[in-house]
């Protein structure tokens, strides 16, 4: 079964926030670093894009045959998403136990498990 | 066993097993209701097989293969473990795995909604239509079964699997279970007794099949103590207190079932908080009760789980066993200000300290917060009681 793995920052730390980067530890963001690169890694995985921040977002929308834009993300900026991958897997426990594994989900983000559309 | 015991016994063992075999829900239901209809049919005039099970499994089996064979689109949703030959009826299978376990884990697995674990169990497991789950849990009919079609929908698109937990996930996992089983037990604990006795069938059947988990046990025995006062618990619309009941109506066969449960339990090493409930239930029954070691219980139990609530009881043993002091001390400090139970104990206490203007100011604000209707009755009998002295 595919699932798509996408991640929500929330309020986890990110480079994109020099700030709250730089105020954790060395090794934290080098275990967030080598966290991220095994998952790369997993077999069933199929890496995938990082985004840019939400705030960076262009959210469009058509009314009335008018385009119309809007500054930031589709949802809140603290809900946005902040990337994600594909992973095959058996069956959802072992997507669940991969999700855990990403440390958006341990720091104060989420990781949203949606199962693909197969045709 | 008449037929209608058969059918309610064979239901959840037989969907299971259908379960497991076709790896689809809604196939293997439609199956089982045709195999139950055929034999609610034909059993009258024939008489029951030798075995009853595998001919409902065996006849179950052979309709769905043969629709499958029939609908390809099926086919191809279905998984099968292997292109199977249909069996004979008499002949069929000598041994049905017992798969109601995995059929349990999936139903309670912690993706679904708990209204949809609740549901999914008593229908699968219980073998209760949707309309008396709709019923018991006062919801539209339409309401539940949409319940349960989506909660169908999700186990297939999202891939939950058919299985028992691993033993690294399985504590967490069977906490859910039995969070499941315990909160249909408490929708029928005020008055709805079908559900009660539908939650003690779970949790035998649990007990069944995992003799070796002492918090299986716990729950069960906690259930079998509680309901074997049901009949003396309620009398002219209104609660009784459990010094005040009428001993003769306990259910003697149900507390000495729970007290071997419990002893169960024990002897597995289990210290978990149904096991400990189970303990507290159990010491209640004794004449009179020994509160200190209530009291004790409670203690262990508040730490295991956090709860004001325990604590809550707690101060009320305190004071059966003579502090009462102490007891409204314990309880002042409880953040639990919209619960009507700590302002009808609090009144009681300040009763007992002949603190009469406050105790009516906490009965009145119990009535406030109180939803039933016999405990309505019951503080305000108990309020009016103490008008006299106010």
Redesign the interface.
């Known amino acids: 079964?595919r699932?798509l793995m996408l991640i929500h920052q929330g309020d986890m730390p990110t480079p994109n926030d020099p700030e709250a980067w730089g105020r954790l530890k060395e090794d934290e963001r080098q275990r967030i670093a080598a966290d991220y690169q095994a998952i790369n890694q997993t077999p069933g995985v199929t890496p995938g894009l990082w985004m840019q921040p939400p705030e960076m977002a262009t959210t469009v929308r058509v009314q009335d045959g008018k385009t119309l834009t809007t500054d930031g993300p589709f949802v809140s900026v603290k809900e946005a998403l902040g990337g994600y991958f594909v992973l095959e897997?058996?069956?959802?426990?072992s997507?669940?136990e991969l999700a855990a594994r990403v440390p958006a989900a341990r720091l104060g983000g989420a990781v949203e498990?949606r199962?693909v559309v197969e045709y | 066993m008449t037929l209608e015991q058969v059918f309610r016994e064979e239901w959840g063992r037989v969907l299971a097993a259908l379960i497991g075999f076709l790896g689809d829900f809604d196939l293997a239901e439609e199956a089982a209701q045709e195999a139950f209809a055929v034999a609610a049919e034909r059993w009258p005039r024939e008489g029951a097989p030798a075995s009853p099970r595998a001919w409902l499994v065996t006849t179950a089996r052979n309709r769905a293969l043969d629709r499958i064979r029939r609908d390809r689109t099926l086919r191809e949703k279905t998984r099968l473990l292997e292109a199977t030959q249909p069996t004979k009826d008499d002949v069929g299978l000598t041994t049905i795995p017992d798969e109601r376990l995995e059929l349990v884990f999936t139903c309670c697995h912690p993706a679904l909604d708990l209204d949809a674990q609740v549901a999914l169990t008593l229908r699968t497991l219980g073998g209760l239509t949707t309309e008396e789950i709709a019923h018991a849990f006062l919801v539209p009919r339409e309401t539940m079964a949409k319940r349960l079609v989506r909660a169908k929908a999700k186990i297939r698109a999202a891939g939950i699997p058919f299985r028992v937990p691993p033993p690294h996930r399985l504590p967490d996992r069977l906490a859910a279970v039995l969070a499941v089983v315990y909160l249909v037990f408490n929708e029928g604990y005020g008055g709805r007794a079908d559900l009660a006795s539908e939650a003690i069938r779970l949790g035998t059947a649990l007990a069944e099949l995992m003799p070796d988990e002492p918090e299986v046990h716990g729950l069960l025995a906690v259930m079998l103590l509680n309901d074997a006062r049901r009949d003396a618990r309620f009398a002219d619309g209104t609660i009784v207190r459990l010094a005040e009941q009428d001993r003769s109506r306990w259910d003697q066969e149900r507390i000495t079932a729970g007290r071997r449960r419990l002893d169960r339990a024990i002897a597995l090493g289990g210290t978990g908080p149904y096991a400990l409930q189970a303990a507290i239930a159990s010491l209640h029954l004794d004449e009179p009760p020994d509160w200190r070691q209530i009291a004790a219980l409670y203690r262990e139990l508040a730490e295991v789980t956090g709860s004001p609530v325990v604590e809550l009881n707690r101060g009320v043993a305190i004071a059966e066993a003579g502090d009462v002091k102490d007891a409204l001390g314990l309880v002042d400090a409880l953040e639990l200000d919209e619960y009507h139970y700590l302002h009808a104990a609090r009144a009681e206490l300040l009763r007992r300290l002949d603190r009469v203007e406050e105790a009516l100011a906490a009965y009145d604000r119990a009535l406030v917060l109180v939803r039933s209707a016999p405990e309505r009755r019951f503080l305000e009998r108990r309020r009016a009681e103490l008008v006299p002295y106010g």
């Open positions: 079964m699932y897997a058996d069956d959802l426990d997507a669940i498990v199962p």
